[in-house]
């Protein structure tokens, strides 16, 4: 194949390689495939070099994005259009290629940046690999900050099945495990295709042969020396999570009796289930309405949780006026009914809850789903039987942001509340789940999902999936999860501006030593 379209194959690689797909070796040698497209030969660099790579970084990212995501292009060209009637299906196809052409423009700023150095540290092997890491994470950083900034579907996605290597998100964060997949594609780069004299070609791809299996081989004995999933010197307690199985269509036509009685329904599950835990949480806006406010639903709930003698976890949507909305979480208990302080999501979803820069995306203003919100004023965490919980609502759990704000709020394990209702593909719902395993390595807590057609699960502080519901299913998970004040001495987001600060200085450093070296023209062995 000419290496010109080798982004082509990389994209579908690398896609294949994420959650859901389960490909996950392709991580380690789809990039390389790019970063071989990228190679200028003996072309000069110009502008005309520079607009080539950046349309092959466009193209890569659109491919990438295109099957990663693929999954969302049902959802807003057939199934939301359906139940909200708010804009035609043709808008929503319209709405998918915006948004990967969007997220695709920064693999071609990764590709343009990545040609302006090449080649004054592509004969420095080591300083050429840690660069085309940093380099990356400098990518996904950019990625995922600003009101549109959406940091999801990372190529460290690919490896929350190596259990071993996520380890390193404990320390470093996600943002390590992107700059050791950098790191790695780039070194296969190098041995594959670098080397001019074909004579050490063979010996080259050894050698790079044995860089993977020394990952494999690293990786497994990792997963042997993680301690076991509940420690001796640990408290355990036992916590619910409703799988409702209650579809878009009936939340938005629901009158507040049928809301009221399919709750009342969800509650035969805890007769099957292994006793009371200490809480059940529901799946994100479980009640299209302000709960506290509308009289026959509070008490119904209040008399739900004395007979049960259970705490709820409600999501629900709250209005504080005419103007102030919340995708909000309330708790009910026995003594107190539904309670008056809340969570409201603080990281609001662009243009389906929140519009950002008004004046230039208000033609979009048709995607939201029912209102624009408020972002909630603090991260409210609460306290339920002694232990104090938070509870992230939906995408919050591809923000690290959020879990190291409830940390600061004294929260000892997380449960996200998303409404996953709107996805009909096990890709989609697996890539949404594999969030929660990174979240517990960054924060060191136990870490769950209740969505209402799956994953409904937990994640022990190590990334393990120590029990979850299969997808699209109605159920209650009771799920053990424990408390240990000795899992780890600190995590990453006891640290995370100095963790990141030290990226991007490394990033710096690297680059200044590359534009003070004199670089050396490329003299690839294949022109092919």
């Known amino acids: 194949m000419k290496k010109r379209v080798l982004w082509i194959p990389a994209g579908i690689l690398m896609a294949l390689a994420m959650p859901g797909f389960n490909l996950h070796f392709f991580v380690w040698i789809g990039f390389a495939l790019f970063l071989r497209s990228l190679d200028r030969d003996d072309e000069r660099l110009s502008a005309r070099s520079l607009i080539r790579s950046a349309l092959k970084g466009l193209g890569f990212g659109l491919i990438f994005f295109g099957i990663s995501l693929h999954w969302f ?15 035609p299906p043709f808008m929503g196809v319209i709405v998918f290629v915006l948004l990967i052409l969007v997220e695709a423009l920064f693999y071609a700023v ?10 004054r540290i592509a004969h420095r092997p080591a300083l050429f690999c840690l660069f085309t890491g940093l380099l990356l994470f400098f990518t996904e950083w950019l990625r995922g900050i600003g009101p549109m900034g959406f940091p999801g579907y990372r190529f460290s996605d690919g490896l929350v099945n190596m259990g071993g290597l996520t380890q390193l998100a404990a320390f470093g964060g996600t943002e390590a495990l ?7 594609n780039a070194a296969v780069y190098r041995m594959g295709w670098m ?5 050490k070609l063979k010996r080259s791809w050894v050698f790079a042969s044995v860089l993977l299996l020394s990952l494999y081989a690293f990786d497994s004995f990792l997963q042997i020396s993680i301690p076991p999933v509940y420690p001796e010197n640990g408290e355990a307690r036992w916590v619910g999570g409703m799988q409702t199985m209650v579809s878009s269509e009936k939340k938005y036509s629901f009158s507040e009796t049928e809301f009221i009685d399919e709750f009342a329904d969800s509650l035969e599950q ?3 289930s292994y006793g009371n835990p200490d809480f059940i949480a529901y799946p994100e806006a479980h009640f299209m309405y302000d709960i506290l406010w509308r009289t026959k639903t509070s008490e119904a709930l209040k008399r739900f949780s004395a007979e049960t003698g259970v705490v709820f976890v409600v999501p629900h949507l709250a ?17 107190n009914g539904v309670s008056e302080t809340f969570y409201g999501k603080r990281h609001l979803n ?10 230039i995306f208000g033609m979009f203003s048709f995607i939201k789903f029912s209102n624009y919100f408020t972002p909630g004023p603090i991260a409210q965490t609460f306290e339920i039987r002694g232990r104090r919980y938070a509870f992230p ?16 709020q004294k929260a000892e394990a997380f449960l996200v509340l998303t409404n996953d209702a709107w996805f009909t593909s096990s890709i989609a719902l697996e890539q949404h789940f594999a969030q929660v395993r990174f979240r517990a390595l960054e924060t060191g807590k136990w870490v769950g999902q209740v969505s209402n057609n799956g994953i409904t699960g937990v994640s022990d502080p190590f990334g393990r999936v120590v029990a979850r519901i299969p997808p699209f299913e109605r159920s209650l998970g009771v799920f053990l999860i424990g408390f240990s004040d000795h899992t780890r001495g600190f995590t990453f987001l006891d640290y995370r501006p100095l963790c990141l600060s030290a990226y991007g200085i490394a990033l710096l450093l690297l680059a200044a030593i590359a534009l003070t070296g004199k670089g050396k023209p490329e003299k690839p062995h294949d022109p092919n």
Do not use: W
């Not at 292009?73 to 804009?87: C, D, G, I, M």
């Not at 080397?195 to 004579?199: C, D, F, K, L, Q």
């Open 350 to 359: 662009p243009f389906v809850e929140t519009l950002p820069f008004e004046r």
């Open 270 to 272: 805890l007769n099957a």
């Open 319 to 335: 209005q504080m006026s005419e103007e102030e909305f919340y995708n909000a979480v309330r708790i009910v208990t026995p003594e």
């Open 178 to 184: 992107v700059i050791l997949v950098g790191v790695v």
């Open 73 to 87: 292009l049902p959802t807003f060209a057939h199934y939301v259009p359906e139940v909200l009637q708010s804009f």
């Open 195 to 199: 080397n001019p004299a074909p004579a």
């Open 110 to 119: 990764f590709a343009v940046l990545y040609t302006l150095f090449r080649s």
């Open 393 to 408: 609502v939906c995408f919050e759990s591809f923000y690290s942001k959020v879990f190291e704000d409830f940390l600061n």
